[in-house]
């Protein structure tokens, strides 16, 4: 009998191989995507399709084979070309997604040995990854493209970017080494099946009499094809059905006829089945009868990723002549809101003879404005029917513009039939055509590859909608501890030591003790033999509370209870009350931007292992910050750190947001384990992740500047609010870097900036790549932009007036610094975009185009490096030589996708003179290297290849006399002279940082070692009716010093700038007025996708550039680039100024980030819009609030 496990839940929870990675749970990220084959008896073939293992109910494989990562090839044996082309195009960072990208582009290459890039765009549509920015993956995998492949169809040479991975001896694709299909499972397929598990009962009937009697006999059953909704059900909200019938074996309902009225699907044919048969109608009918499939092909294309169109059966009917999708990503995301509309005139008038509309999206099922239809029937044209239907006016006017019945006869005509199923174009994603220049080639890395338990835990976590208290005696876990594989219930009571994590005098509790203040916080954690079993248990925990009141959760708010963290920060330079009585004119105004979550593509999570002898314990963690982590545990156990030992051996991503909460989720993990005495996992699901571990700071600038009218800036004065959430954690560090960025590449005379980090009652905000820096910077460049506008000046000239140039200049915390370089890279980039010429051509476009417009935006940008809290300036390392030669190396720093690990390998080879291959970094110990720093802040390759620097020194020194009396030896000849002659092998590496720090009172201070500069060049398009945009073109230029390893910069380049465009254009964290977060996964918030990235993404270093302050004259660079999208953002805001200056409307309007397409949309405003007026504040209850 298998157990409720193996019953509903899928494959990835069954193959205990550790390649196929979680990510979501929900079929979202593609993370888990494995390849499929099954036998198609009808039609005598074998399918390859590749599934998410998240939601493949392992029951429902019954006679397929699947190919895991581990099936096609490993380092152990060999790797396979997918496998080897993708490492050596450097498209793997963390490599998280890794496996399921490398599964997606297998089981193209099964089906397609010579796919177009059409067809990669299509099989990686589904496969998220958070690190590279996609570029190099596509450049990988683009090489098993024929030459003539599809891309020269839109002039784009199909070449990969050689200077960076060269194609000499990659394997070839020998499809006759893949695994063949077993045979056996050929035979004809048996009868129907019936699963027995614990709670769950599976029948799979295989004719439709049998699974209609199961119907009747089970009303209540679900029918299940793809389970890609049942299945999230299930696992994500925890929603349970005793008996589920499986459809996906009745052969007669997989039938594809068609007829002369058209076609008719089988009801449990896949979307991808359905796609094909779509395909195939418009590649051989006259175009005339294939306008609606040609409409219904669209859709699915946008219609999620391929894998879940292998899976799922169609949520469309095709009897619907029109089918309206609003959604926030332009494909592999849900929609928001879809209609389906039929208007048919009277033959030669404008008089509608019947109209069929209806809403899905806006109530818990489909919604028929039957009124609304009834009353429009006979007597009204269409520009009346626009009216009467607020909701889709513009979709219905842009359908009906792009419709050839529009096109041919001009507006006015009289439509027989208007048709709305042709048209509703989704602006096309074109291919990647990217170009990276640089002049120090270097050594290539290493791919990070799979990763490998133990009772699980489980957290409970406040569920309520406001602030409560209550009592220990209040939670009551006895439910959860009658189920079955429960081991124990812990809560504050349990904890040894302290239940609290200190951060610089700063406590948070590790489970609340008597209030709890935000929806999300640990209150207790179950432990139980299962995963399953704990979440459950979980779940069950009863906890009884007091309400108090009042709750908030706004800066809004916040500013009004007057609520805010300590300490309150403050820059200031020159005289602004002076400056402000002298200026042409005075502006002010305000900019909110919306948060941001790491979304890292492996959740937070551990194992804790009490090792039995004097109370020793080992953590393999996922952390930042693994001394951090080893602190926080002992304070929690009471015991001390030498007897606590971390160990990481890489992160599937982390940005920021593995150093504080991971620490805290450690200490409830050992408190278990010290409890149980057994080791104890904790892995956060996705939703629960987002939920506790928060991410990004929402900020609100207001500001007051002063300027004249050629553009100068005199003065601004600048107040940030950032929303801190309930505890403090990082938030006022995280303040303070954004004022200390917010002078970024102006040199404004009068400059004060004032932060204050509000206490609401939400999930504590932290740390999150750039740290402050893309608010801050965000808010100077919106100041800048809304002068230029004041003044009429194109934005770029207001920003080149205001320039920081002279030779040595001083920010506003009076650190000097030249800005030299940032010119330069400010200059080559509008060079290399071709700006001016591209300005003019996009005015000529706006022009021509009336629902369409362009913008182009440039924005220069300086960035600090380094901790401004100065004693975290430092790195250690440790260099171990062994007799046979090979080197060990560790250092304090973590790799979590940034190249740290070869960064440093490249180091101690240089310094050794050995080669790559002879050293080895095993993993990131606290026994090993002690009391190191979170590697964070763009340093961590600073402190540690300083510090790995120093250690391969020490060694050569002691080595010196040695090779020296033996010139002729080799390098392992060296080594065993050298331990014959007593020399240690073993050496500690440390790098003293820079004493960086700020005096607060006197706005003064040396913040950061030194400046990473850079400039971006974005174009982009957007859809005035629909808010959809485009990003068109983007053009970098960085100075990263001399890349130690140009790939690696590139990466982070790319990753830290399309991470940018998630935070400026597309993710969207939504709360409910109750400050419940509404968004926990992948099919709520989108973060970039393949689609989003710039057709034309050209990254390029800044040539005989130097840096004397850092290892070999090299600059951090894993921050800076985030902030460069927000040329996206401002490009939006330029194109949107061209829409509403055609209707005679200001520039100057309000634009929040990120600039989703409801924003784009409503700030295009139009006769459309007009129908919608937004609602008086105060009137109504929103279903999400601006936090
Ligand atoms: C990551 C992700 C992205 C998605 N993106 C989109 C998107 O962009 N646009 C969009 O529209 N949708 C999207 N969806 C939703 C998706 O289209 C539906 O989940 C899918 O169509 C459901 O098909 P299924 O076979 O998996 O249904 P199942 O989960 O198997 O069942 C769904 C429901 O339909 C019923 N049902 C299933 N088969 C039959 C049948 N043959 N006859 C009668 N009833 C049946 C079931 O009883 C159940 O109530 C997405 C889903 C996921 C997981
Ligand atoms: S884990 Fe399966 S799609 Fe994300
Ligand atoms: S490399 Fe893709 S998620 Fe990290």
Not at 4 to 28: A, E, F, P, R
Not at 314 to 325: A, D, F, G, K, N
Not at 540 to 550: A, E, F, G, I, N
Not at 861 to 881: C, D, H, P, R, T
Request: hydrophobic share 35%.
């Amino acid at each position: 009998m298998l157990s409720q496990n193996h019953l509903h839940v899928s494959l990835l929870y069954i193959v205990l191989l550790t390649g196929t990675k979680y990510g979501c749970g929900g079929g979202g990220c593609g993370a888990c995507t494995v390849m499929v084959s099954r036998y198609d008896q009808l039609h005598n073939r074998v399918l390859h399709y590749t599934v998410n293992a998240c939601l493949q109910p392992i029951c429902t494989l019954h006679g397929s084979a699947v190919v895991t990562v581990e099936g096609i090839g490993s380092t152990k044996t060999k790797l396979h070309p997918v496998q080897e082309r993708i490492a050596k195009a450097h498209g793997s960072q963390c490599g998280f997604c890794t496996p399921g990208m490398v599964m997606s582009m297998y089981t193209l290459l099964r089906n397609k040995p010579h796919p177009t890039m059409e067809d990669i765009r299509e099989a990686l549509g589904g496969n998220l990854c958070r690190c590279t920015g996609y570029r190099p993956i596509i450049d990988g995998f683009k090489t098993f493209c024929d030459n003539d492949c599809v891309l020269n169809k839109y002039l784009i040479p199909c070449q990969i970017s050689d200077e960076l991975f060269h194609m000499d001896n990659v394997l070839p694709l020998d499809p006759s080494q893949d695994l063949i299909f077993p045979p056996e499972l050929m035979k004809r397929a048996c009868g129907s099946l019936c699963f027995q598990g614990d709670r769950l009962k599976l029948i799979s009937p295989v004719d439709l009499t049998n699974l209609l009697e199961l119907k009747t006999e089970y009303p209540e059953a679900p029918v299940v094809v793809g389970n890609t909704t049942i299945g999230p059900n299930m696992q994500v909200k925890g929603i349970h059905h005793p008996l589920i019938i499986y459809a996906g074996r009745v052969s007669d309902l997989h039938t594809v006829t068609w007829g002369k009225d058209g076609v008719s699907v089988g009801a449990v044919c896949t979307l991808s089945s359905l796609k094909e048969e779509m395909e195939m109608a418009v590649r051989e009918m006259e175009a005339e009868r294939t306008r609606g499939y040609q409409a219904l092909l669209q859709t699915l294309r946008c219609l999620a990723g391929k894998q879940i169109r292998n899976m799922a059966v169609s949520p469309i009917t095709i009897t619907h002549r029109y089918r309206l999708i609003l959604q926030k990503q332009r494909e592999f995301a849900f929609s928001i809101v879809n209609a389906g509309m039929k208007v048919v005139f009277k033959e030669g008038s404008n008089i509608v003879e019947s109209l069929n509309i209806y809403y899905g999206g806006v109530g818990p099922t489909l919604v028929k404005v039957g009124r609304t239809c009834q009353k429009l029937v006979g007597r009204y044209n269409l520009h009346t029917i626009l009216k009467s239907q607020p909701m889709s006016p513009a979709f219905l006017a842009k359908d009906y513009q792009a419709s050839p019945e529009s096109q041919d006869r001009g507006h006015s005509t009289p439509l027989s039939e208007c048709s709305f199923l042709f048209g509703f174009p989704v602006l096309q994603t074109h291919y990647l055509k990217t170009f990276q220049t640089f002049l120090t080639p270097q050594a290539l890395r290493c791919s990070a590859l799979g990763r490998c338990a133990t009772q699980e835990a489980a957290c409970r976590f406040s569920d309520h909608v406001s602030l409560f208290h209550f009592k220990t005696s209040d939670i009551d876990p006895s439910e959860a501890l009658g189920m079955t594989g429960v081991v124990t219930f812990l809560s504050a009571g349990d904890v040894p030591g302290q239940n609290r994590r200190m951060w610089f005098n700063n406590p948070e509790e590790l489970f609340a003790e008597e209030e709890v203040t935000c929806v999300g916080q640990i209150i207790g954690a179950v432990v139980a033999e299962s995963r399953e079993q704990a979440r459950r248990a979980a779940q069950r925990v009863k906890v009884t509370y007091q309400d108090l009141l009042p709750v908030f959760f706004t800066i809004e708010e916040a500013i009004q209870h007057q609520s805010f963290f300590d300490p309150k920060r403050k820059l200031e330079r020159g005289d602004m009350d002076k400056a402000f009585e002298t200026v042409d004119q005075i502006l002010e105004d305000e900019i909110y931007l919306g948060g941001q979550e790491h979304f890292y593509m492996e959740t937070q999570g551990l194992i804790a292992v009490p090792k039995g002898e004097n109370g020793e314990l080992e953590l393999f963690v996922a952390s930042q910050h693994a001394a951090y982590t080893q602190e926080v545990v002992g304070i929690t156990l009471g015991i001390d750190s030498n007897k606590i030992t971390c160990h990481v051996r890489r992160l599937g991503g982390a940005f920021g947001g593995k150093v504080m909460k991971i620490a805290s989720l450690s200490a409830i993990t050992a408190t278990a384990a010290v409890k149980t005495g057994r080791a104890v996992r904790c892995v956060l699901e996705r939703g629960d992740d987002m939920l506790i571990t928060s991410g990004r700071h929402p900020f609100l600038g207001q500001y007051k500047v002063g300027y004249n009218n050629d553009g100068t800036i005199m003065a601004a004065d600048i107040t940030y609010y950032s929303n801190g959430g309930c505890t403090l954690d990082e938030s006022s560090f995280i303040m303070e870097k954004a004022l200390l960025h917010m002078d970024n590449a102006y040199r404004i005379p009068n400059l004060r900036g004032r932060g204050l980090v509000c206490k609401t009652y939400l999930p504590s905000y932290t740390a999150f790549r750039g740290f402050g820096g893309p608010q801050g910077l965000m808010v100077m460049e919106s100041v800048l932009h809304e002068v230029a506008v004041k003044c009429g000046l194109p934005p770029q000239k207001v920003r080149e007036i205001n320039m920081y140039r002279e030779e040595e200049c001083y920010t506003h915390h009076k650190q000097l610094f030249s800005p030299r370089d940032m010119l330069r890279c400010w200059d080559e980039c509008l060079d290399k975009a071709g700006y001016h010429d591209r300005l003019q051509a996009i005015q000529q476009f706006n022009t021509y185009n009336r629902w369409k417009k362009r913008g182009i935006s440039a924005v220069p940008m300086k960035f600090g490096v380094g901790f401004s809290k100065g004693f975290y300036n430092q790195g250690a390392a440790l260099v171990n030589i062994y007799k046979d030669g090979s080197v060990l190396v560790a250092h304090g720093g973590t790799e979590m996708g940034q190249g740290i690990n070869t960064k440093a390998l490249q180091i101690a080879g240089r310094i050794l003179k050995v080669p790559m291959s002879s050293i080895h970094i095993k993993e990131t110990c606290t026994g090993n290297v002690p009391n190191a720093a979170p590697s964070a802040a763009s340093f961590g390759t600073d402190a540690v290849g300083m510090a790995v620097k120093d250690a391969c020194e020490k060694l050569m020194r002691r080595l010196k006399p040695v090779m020296e009396n033996h010139p002729k030896y080799t390098w392992q000849q060296w080594i065993v002279e050298a331990y014959c002659q007593k020399v240690s092998l073993s050496a500690t590496g440390f790098f003293l940082g820079p004493h960086t720090g700020v005096d607060w009172e006197n706005s003064e201070g040396t913040a950061y070692y030194y400046f990473t500069f850079g400039a971006c060049c974005s174009e982009v398009e957007i859809d005035c009716l629909t808010g959809d945009h485009k990003n068109l073109r983007t053009d970098i230029v960085m100075d990263v010093g001399e890349s130690l390893n140009p790939a690696l910069d590139i990466g982070q380049i790319e990753g830290g700038f399309v991470q940018g465009i998630g935070l400026y254009t597309i993710e969207e964290l939504q709360f409910s007025p109750e400050g419940v977060l509404m968004t926990r996964g992948p099919s709520q918030y989108k973060i970039p996708a393949l689609c989003d990235v710039p057709p034309q993404l050209n990254v390029h270093l800044l040539a005989n550039a130097q840096n004397p302050h850092a290892i070999y004259n090299s600059k951090g660079i894993g921050e800076p680039p985030v902030f460069l999208a927000s040329t996206i953002f401002f490009a939006i805001k330029e194109a949107v100024a061209a829409a509403r200056r055609e209707r005679g409307l200001g520039d100057s309007f309000p634009l929040s980030s990120p600039a989703t397409a409801e924003r784009i949309r409503m700030a295009c405003e139009d006769q459309f819009t007009e129908m919608a007026p937004s609602p008086k504040k105060g009137t109504f209850k929103p279903w999400s609030i601006n936090i």
